[in-house]
T-cell receptor, first 111, second 114 residues
Framework: GQQLNQSPQSMFIQEGEDVSMNCTSS?????WLWYKQDPGEGPVLLIA?????ELTSNGRLTAQFGITRKDSFLNISASIPSDVGIYFC???????????FGAGTRLFVKA | DGGITQSPKYLFRKEGQNVTLSCEQN?????MYWYRQDPGQGLRLIYY???????QKGDIAEGYSVSREKKESFPLTVTSAQKNPTAFYLC?????????????FGAGTRLSVL
């Protein structure tokens, strides 16, 4: 079945550093979604991407839809302590009623 | 405010007991979902429902049951057959417009076994 592979699994960074994470698949996705989950809360949508090559920003966050449609990247600039959490990539499965989620990248920020 | 409400936030289950987790949405979304999240893990799909009075098993449905009698509500029952129920449970809903499907999540219910 369709799977999403996220890397790295976890990151430990210093406040102010830039962060880059990615998501890859052996299957083509027509939509890429990036969510953030704060500890003890539900995931919140950060960015949605709908076109191959699309680059979209949301404040300090920038995400790109890979041109092969098999990958996506999320960058966070000038990290702050509240960036701590789990970042999930996701995309609808073939047929569209279910969403496939990656295993997440756990971000730890040291002040 | 529009959104997805899960209750309770924390729930405790005794041995052999069934417990029901509530999920209500006022987003007018057709589809609803239940996920289980274990510590340090991703999201695993338990059940999903595309329309009222219809639902399908996800990847880990054993020991769980659901109903979808109303569009707004999708309760999850954790039965006594679920031997390892301690986890964080997330409810989500979605609406599909053309090629765009986005799931939105509730704040979760943390279930523990006494």
């Amino acid at each position: 079945g369709q799977q999403l592979n996220q890397s790295p699994q976890s990151m430990f960074i210093q406040e102010g550093e830039d962060v880059s994470m990615n998501c890859t698949s052996s299957s083509i996705f027509n939509t890429w979604l990036w969510y953030k989950q704060d500890p003890g809360e539900g995931p919140v949508l950060l960015i949605a991407l709908y076109k191959a090559g699309e680059l979209t920003s949301n404040g300090r966050l920038t995400a790109q839809f890979g041109i092969t449609r098999k990958d996506s990247f999320l960058n966070i600039s000038a990290s702050i302590p509240s960036d701590v959490g789990i970042y999930f990539c996701a995309g609808p499965n073939t047929g569209g009623f279910k969403t496939i989620f990656g295993a997440g990248t756990r971000l730890f920020v040291k002040a | 405010d529009g959104g997805i409400t899960q209750s309770p936030k924390y729930l405790f289950r005794k041995e052999g007991q069934n417990v029901t987790l509530s999920c209500e949405q006022n987003l007018n979304h057709d589809a609803m979902y239940w996920y289980r999240q274990d510590p340090g893990q991703g999201l695993r799909l338990i059940y999903y429902s595309q329309i009222v009075n219809d639902f399908q098993k996800g990847d880990i449905a054993e020991g769980y049951s659901v109903s979808r009698e109303k569009k707004e509500s999708f309760p999850l029952t954790v039965t006594s057959a679920q031997k390892n129920p301690t986890a964080f449970y997330l409810c989500a809903s979605s609406m599909t417009r053309g090629a765009k499907t986005i799931q939105y999540f509730g704040a979760g219910t943390r279930l523990s076994v006494l």
